[in-house]
């Protein structure tokens, strides 16, 4: 019998809500002949929904989804938009929700309104009493008009059905109308092909991060006959007979052509058995999810266990076609390229769009180098694409073309990492190249927030190459021109990529960038004990406060504080503590901010970064917890990451567990390392990438490695005495042995073995110090 309890923000689940955990709890009440409580069968799609964004959530939607299909509750652009629950109407189903990406919404109707917009004209009431939601899948019921409406994918098409129960039924099918006051469509093409048959295309206008057009083509089939009557151009009303049957309708997508989506539909979706379509779908999602099987914990741990890897693997999203082609828009216009095709002829990787990195280094380089490695060969390879079409490794590519969303170069981490971590099926040699570009005057760093133009200066690499950091300026243009914080995160970019350029024997780079990585000494106030930024003229800033009330950003710090981005040196951790006055009092500092920080749950609840002492809730401090391992303090690293873990992410219901902008995946990456007691500070970026060790959730944790990346098969953990109140490891043993560090390398887990901890209420201060 399980002795542990959840926590108080795992409480707050009301009854119906409780899809997965109901699941879970009649197969196993069932006979023992029912099949087993499956990791996709305790995924909650609907857990923090209640400010989702865009991009956050896809229920009817395979890993990494060209087709992302769901319903729409709200439709405001980017923030506040998507599928909101507590908004009490369905205003339409689409089928992109991506990183600027947007499109095609579908609603069936009794009765057409043709006010504009027609999404808010025609919307339709729903209950979560009879919703369903799994990965894969989504059922609601539009009270108003007695419709049911399912709806399943595959990777590049969407399928649904609709239960009418009338004689006739309507179907508004809509590529022209905007999803708020941004995400607008410009030119958008609706034509019948055939009786059962319509194809077209639609351009998704610029916004103010995604800067160019770009095209969405599609092919929809009806399983019946429909006869169109045009609304608007690029919106009709399909009025056909049901037959007292279900409606099926397929709509295949691709970013290269409407032929791209034909081979799309044909490939993934020829037939039309759509309960066929939610069985593979979850049986897809199972054996992602199944690369890492836990046991233990409670409930609730296990439910968000597995939504935290969901959110993980659902929203970087794949734009190229079956086939392998994809668009490219670097260029004066879009161009359709080919990513390499193996030996059987199949495209070798799926090319992404995806938001910023920024932050991965904590989360999903850890998460996807421990059981998705594959995953970041997909994305490095993407990257080397979009450097040699457009002569820059990106941030953040929407629509086949660079954003430079964010700050700096993360691609240095995300490429060293996977190298560092064994990942190097794709050209290293040319990433190098292209990350080293990017490290100097006209290099991406040198770009800040969405900063476009010939001659960007906003990153302020012109002061950061002079003088080794960046003062405070009002060079270039862009967003987050915050001179300490970039000064930090190119600090770090610089220290990764001197591991690279080392491991390519370029030794005079590394001996440069290395030299570089130390810059933030710079910044370092010691009257104060934090980083604070400088004038131009090296004077402090003077109105300066670590943490500051009621801001986004602090003066210099991107959507942070100083409390929190002092810490943001993983690579000279010893350095910092010496400037510090030693590892026990950084260590108590450190300790200082998290019990500060412990009623407000170490977040900022998504409003001002600058005011928390422990911001959990967005990626520049989602390391602090294990910083205490390089003060010489390993039983606080312990303590703290139970504590944001339990506090912070534990929540599973609609208005809890993420607290913030969950950033695809990110946070959920973060979540799950937290569960699973494993972490790299320095992101797999090291020569030789090692596990930092804290108390797992679970009483047993099987990490299934990946063949082509690793010589074991099964890396297996285990706990004893694992309670909630047992947050402290007493011993631990690596296959057998005793292991008196904090650490392990990742080489010793990728030969498959075994580690076993014991856990205690009290902390063993003898255990894991240097």
């Known amino acids: 019998m399980d002795s542990r309890k959840d926590t108080p923000y795992t409480r707050d689940m009301k009854p119906a809500l409780l899809t997965a955990l109901a699941l879970a709890a009649a197969l196993a009440a069932a006979a023992p002949s029912a099949r087993p409580v499956r990791p996709v069968d305790l995924v909650e799609p609907r857990i923090d929904t209640r400010a989702s964004r865009w991009i956050f959530f896809s229920s009817a939607c395979r890993p990494f989804g060209l087709v992302n299909l769901s319903p729409d509750t709200a439709l405001q652009n980017d923030w506040g938009s998507g599928y909101l629950y507590d908004e009490p109407f369905v205003r339409s189903f689409s089928h992109i929700h991506g990183w600027q990406l947007f499109g095609v919404q579908v609603m069936p109707v009794r009765e057409l309104n043709s006010a504009e917009p027609l999404s808010e004209s025609n919307k339709a009431p729903f209950s979560h009493d009879d919703e ?31 239960t009418y129960g009338t004689a006739e039924g309507r179907l508004l099918f809509d590529v022209s109308s905007a999803f708020g006051n941004e995400f607008k469509v410009g030119a958008a093409e609706l034509r019948q092909t055939t009786p059962r048959e319509a194809v077209g295309s639609f351009e998704m206008r610029p916004t103010s991060r995604r800067k160019k057009p770009f095209v969405g083509y599609f092919v929809a089939q009806l399983n019946r006959d429909f006869t169109p009557a045009e609304v608007k151009p690029g919106a009709a009303l399909w009025t056909f007979q049901t037959g007292g049957a279900p409606v099926l309708l397929k709509v295949a997508l691709s970013y290269t052509s409407a032929e791209g989506a034909r081979r799309n539909l044909d490939a993934e979706l020829a037939h039309w058995d759509f309960d066929r379509t939610v069985a593979e779908s979850l049986d897809d999602w199972n054996r992602w999810l199944s690369r890492i099987e836990v046991e233990g914990g409670t409930a609730s741990q296990r439910v968000k266990f597995y939504t935290d890897l969901w959110h993980a693997l659902l929203g970087r999203r794949i734009i190229s076609d079956v086939d392998g082609r994809y668009p490219d828009n670097t260029g004066p216009a879009t161009r359709i390229l080919q990513v390499a095709l193996g030996a059987d002829g199949k495209p070798r990787y799926n090319h992404h769009n995806f938001d910023a990195f920024w932050g991965s280094q904590w989360s999903l380089q850890n998460l996807w180098g421990l059981a998705y490695p594959g995953v970041m060969s997909a994305f490095c390879n993407t990257s080397l694409d979009l450097y040699r079409n457009g002569g820059l490794i990106p941030r953040g590519p929407s629509g086949g073309n660079y954003t430079f969303v964010m700050i700096g170069d993360q691609a240095a981490l995300f490429l060293t990492s996977a190298y560092m971590q064994g990942i190097r099926d794709w050209d290293v040699q040319a990433g190098y190249e292209g990350l080293r570009k990017n490290a100097f005057v006209g290099g991406i760093r040198d770009r800040a927030g969405y900063e476009t133009g010939d001659a960007p200066a906003g990153g302020g690499m012109r002061f950061y190459e002079k003088t080794g950091f960046i003062p405070l300026h009002k060079e270039g243009s862009g967003g987050h021109r915050q001179p300490a914080a970039q000064t930090l995160e190119y600090n770090f970019q610089d220290w990764c990529l001197a591991q690279l350029a080392q491991a390519l024997e370029r030794h ?67 350095l910092l503590a010496r400037l510090m006055g030693g590892n026990e009092r950084a260590a108590q500092r450190l300790n200082i901010q998290f019990e500060k920080a412990r009623n407000k749950r170490f977040n900022a609840n998504g409003k001002d970064h600058a005011t928390p002492w422990i911001d959990y809730g967005n990626q520049p401090a989602t390391q602090l917890a294990y910083v205490f391992n390089h003060l010489g303090h390993p039983w606080l690293a312990q303590y703290w990451a ?117 856990l205690g209420p009290e902390p063993n201060t003898r255990w894991g110090r240097p």
């Open 132 to 162: 369903v939601v799994k990965p894969g899948y989504h059922k609601v019921v539009l009270a108003d008009r007695g419709i049911t409406a399912e709806l399943t994918s595959t990777t590049r098409v969407g399928f649904h059905r609709y």
């Open 642 to 758: 139970r504590q944001v873990k339990e506090l912070t992410f534990g929540g599973t219901s609609p208005w809890s567990g993420y607290n913030d902008d969950e950033d695809q995946g990110q946070m959920g990456a973060v979540s799950a390392l937290l569960a699973l007691g494993l972490f790299d500070i320095l992101g797999g970026a090291a020569p030789e990438p090692r596990y930092e060790l804290s108390a797992p959730v679970f009483d047993r944790i099987t990490i299934h490695l990946d063949p082509a990346y690793s010589s074991g098969k099964t890396f297996v953990i285990t706990t004893r005495n694992n309670r909630y109140e047992h947050p402290y490891i007493q011993s631990a043993a690596l296959n057998g042995q005793p292991l008196e560090t904090y650490w392990f390398r990742q080489r010793d887990l990728k030969a498959g073995g075994t580690l076993e901890l014991v």
């Open 508 to 574: 005079e780079d590394a001996a440069l960038f290395l030299d570089r990585s130390h810059g933030w000494t710079n910044l370092f106030d010691a009257a104060t004990g934090y980083i604070r930024p400088k004038e131009q003229d090296g004077s402090w800033l003077e109105d300066f406060a670590p943490v500051v009330e009621g801001k986004f950003n602090a003066p210099g710090f991107v959507e942070g504080n100083s409390a929190n981005y002092t810490w943001f040196t993983p690579h000279d951790y010893p």
